[in-house]
Every structure is written in structure tokens, then in C-alpha cells.
């Protein structure tokens, strides 16, 4: 199955956008779903959204009018923005994908990056 | 929107033992049910798809069942390393998708 490394800053102030990006190995974006998910402190996994290789995204509603999911199709990778952060956007945040035969089943994960907001 | 109920919500065994733990969904979502485990400072490991399917790599002793809005992940013989937080999660109505709010499995 592919691998997922992605990066981006995880040091925030109150207001600002956060800016993860996730590069794909060992496989092509086409036909996939790509997801970005998050854990925030206290609560469990929450599903942000995704785009598929055609670039076509899909958000959670609670987050819509702050996120935005890209991809670069001739570059790989796929990232993820939500603008004017607070510390209710603090947590670990993860690129996903699904494995080949279930598009429900996410199979493969980035390491996760910590985001953390402060003043 | 989709809500998955998980229960317990801490379960308490020590290695050996079988856990069972429970997913109920709001509206009914055939078989179209994930569970993954997850441990701290790691990425959620898939175990478990289309309610019955292993993922590649997961262990005989996982085991799920159950169809339309009733799922269950059963652990035989826990391991010590099976202690975790474990997710259900479904995608049959997006967006979004939706997880339950996750179990504690932790050693008595």
C-alpha cells in the first residue's frame, strides 16, 4: 500500500492559517480519495475532508468555511489549509487514504503533525 | 449526518481475556463499517473494513460482525499490546464521514 509523508508548521497564533501538505509514495493519486483527519485534545478522530484525483473536495460542515483541500496531480501531493485558527483547532492532524477496495476503509496514514495555538 | 455510538466507553481486561466492543449507528449503513486502533503518537492503524474484512496485517484473534446499525469488534486472548483506543467509523452518507467517539481498552 502507498506511503504518506506529510509536513507543514506546528506553531500557530490565534487567527492564523494552518498549512499541512502530504506527498504520496508508492502509488498514483488517480482513483483515490484523499482524506485529511484530525484529533484534537479531549475528543476523539474527526474527518475534515478530502479531494480525489480530480480534484474535487468534500468537507465536514462544521469545518467547510474554514478548510480548503488542494491537490497537485502533476506534482503528488495534496494539502490541506484552515484559515483563522483558535486553540479549539489544536491536536494532531493526519493525511489518509483508503485502501484499493474499499474507499470506506482508510488504510494508510501520514506520521501526523502536532498543531499547537498560542499567542 | 451519520452518528456512531461506541460502548463501553473504558473497558477494563487483563491479557487473555475477550473484549467485546460495540458500534450502533443512527441510521442503518449495511456493512459499509471500519474500526481502526490507536495508540499515542501514532497514526490510527485500520484493523477491520467492510464490518468483517481483516486489513492486511491484522491478527486472527480480531474479529467484527454485524450489518445495517449493530457492529461489534471482538478481541479473543488480548495482548498486551492490544491495549489501545479503538475507533469505528463509516462512510456510506458523505459528507461527512463520521467516527464514534472511540473505547478505551485498558489492562485491568
Known amino acids: 500500500q502507498v506511503q504518506l509523508q506529510q509536513w507543514g508548521a506546528g506553531l500557530l497564533k490565534p487567527s492564523e492559517t494552518l498549512s499541512l501538505t502530504c506527498a504520496v509514495y508508492?502509488?498514483?493519486?488517480?482513483?483515490?480519495?484523499w482524506s485529511w483527519i484530525r484529533q484534537t485534545p479531549g475528543k476523539g478522530l474527526e474527518w475534515i475532508g478530502e479531494?480525489?484525483?480530480?480534484?474535487?473536495?468534500s468537507y465536514n460542515p462544521s469545518l467547510e468555511s474554514r478548510v480548503t483541500i488542494s491537490i497537485d496531480t502533476s506534482n503528488n501531493p495534496f494539502s490541506l489549509r484552515v484559515r483563522s485558527v483558535t486553540a479549539a483547532d489544536a491536536g494532531f492532524y493526519y493525511c489518509?487514504?483508503?485502501?484499493?477496495?474499499?474507499?470506506?476503509?482508510?488504510?494508510?496514514w501520514g506520521q501526523g503533525t502536532l498543531v499547537a495555538v498560542s499567542s | 449526518e451519520i452518528l456512531l455510538t461506541q460502548s463501553p466507553a473504558t473497558l477494563t481486561l487483563s491479557p487473555g481475556e475477550r473484549a467485546t466492543l460495540s458500534c450502533r449507528a443512527s441510521?442503518?449503513?449495511?456493512?459499509?463499517l471500519a474500526w481502526y486502533q490507536h495508540k499515542p503518537d501514532q497514526p490510527p492503524r485500520l484493523l477491520i473494513f467492510?464490518?468483517?474484512t481483516r486489513a492486511t496485517g491484522t491478527p486472527a484473534r480480531f474479529s467484527g460482525s454485524g450489518s445495517g446499525t449493530d457492529f461489534t469488534l471482538t478481541i479473543s486472548n488480548l495482548e498486551p499490546e492490544d491495549f489501545a483506543i479503538y475507533y469505528c467509523?463509516?462512510?456510506?452518507?458523505?459528507?461527512?464521514?463520521?467516527f464514534g467517539q472511540g473505547t478505551r481498552l485498558e489492562i485491568k
Open positions: 467509523q463509516q462512510r456510506t452518507q458523505r459528507p461527512p464521514i463520521t
Open positions: 479531494i480525489n484525483h480530480r480534484g474535487r473536495p
Open positions: 508508492g502509488g498514483s493519486l488517480s482513483g483515490f480519495y
Open positions: 441510521q442503518t449503513i449495511s456493512t459499509s
Open positions: 489518509a487514504t483508503h485502501v484499493p477496495s474499499s474507499i470506506g476503509a482508510l488504510g494508510s
Open positions: 467492510d464490518a468483517s
